[in-house]
């Protein structure tokens, strides 16, 4: 095996990945590379069960599943739904209780950098490959239809969960953090190698949104 040191990598990680918003979307590269659809840990609220229970019901989208249980001479089938568990911060409400109370939202404000940062910590709703990284995140934030579409998937969901109240607001494509990391612009990988790499990375990290 190489005597390559990975650890390296991370020197000089932050010229490989980027991270882009609606705002800076015009801006990711137009390189091949696999890339990753997040749902930005956005506050506004300062009702924190509010909060987390919109990020659970984004999260919670395929919890649909049929369930077999085989006997001797039958097959019995149950559609179970798998949704997350009711959360219970009582032993912090204390804490963000003093932290919205801030005379001047300071430490609130603070706290929302600090939760946005951390989106990139949650499970991706979507990963995929891509010979252009821009193209291909102009295509999922601009056009509806197609053989398979994050965006078609995402925003029926979406509005969804906001008809039946699970979310306080509508939710686009457009709203979410596009992250990207770079392959060769030399083409060293072969597109044999970047949907390798596409399906490991969907196979470990399990994004919800990604068709099966």
């Known amino acids: 095996m190489s005597s390559v040191k990975l650890n390296d990598i991370w020197r000089s990680v932050n010229?490989?990945?980027g991270f882009y918003t609606s705002e800076t979307f015009k801006d990711v590269p137009n390189t091949p590379g696999v890339y990753a659809w997040f749902y930005p840990l956005r506050i506004l609220t300062k009702d924190i069960y509010e909060f987390i229970n919109e990020v659970n019901a984004i999260l919670d989208y395929d919890g649909i599943r049929e369930a077999e249980i085989d006997f001797k001479w039958e097959i019995i089938t149950q559609n179970l739904e798998i949704k997350s568990k009711k959360i219970?911060?009582?032993p912090f409400e204390g804490i963000w209780s003093e932290i919205i109370t801030n005379g001047?939202?300071?430490?609130?404000?603070?706290l929302r950098k600090i939760i946005m940062r951390?989106?990139?910590?949650?499970?991706?709703?979507?990963?995929g490959k891509t010979r252009n990284l821009n193209i291909r995140c102009q295509q999922h934030v601009n056009t509806a239809g197609g053989?398979?579409?994050?965006?078609?998937?995402?925003?029926?969901?979406?509005?969804e969960a906001y008809?039946?109240?699970?979310?306080?607001?509508?939710?686009e494509v457009?709203?979410?953090l596009f992250v990207a990391i770079k392959t060769k612009e030399e083409d060293q990988l072969s597109t044999r190698t970047e949907e390798l790499v596409e399906?490991?990375?969907?196979?470990?990290s399990k994004p919800k949104y990604s068709e099966k």
Do not use: G, M, Q, V
């Open 174 to 176: 457009n709203d979410l």
């Open 163 to 171: 008809s039946n109240k699970k979310i306080s607001k509508k939710i």
């Open 88 to 90: 219970n911060l009582t």
């Open 199 to 204: 399906s490991i990375l969907k196979h470990l």
């Open 15 to 17: 010229n490989e990945i």
């Open 147 to 159: 053989k398979n579409n994050f965006r078609a998937r995402f925003e029926k969901y979406a509005d």
């Open 104 to 110: 001047d939202d300071t430490e609130f404000n603070e």
């Open 118 to 127: 951390a989106s990139i910590l949650l499970p991706p709703l979507y990963i």
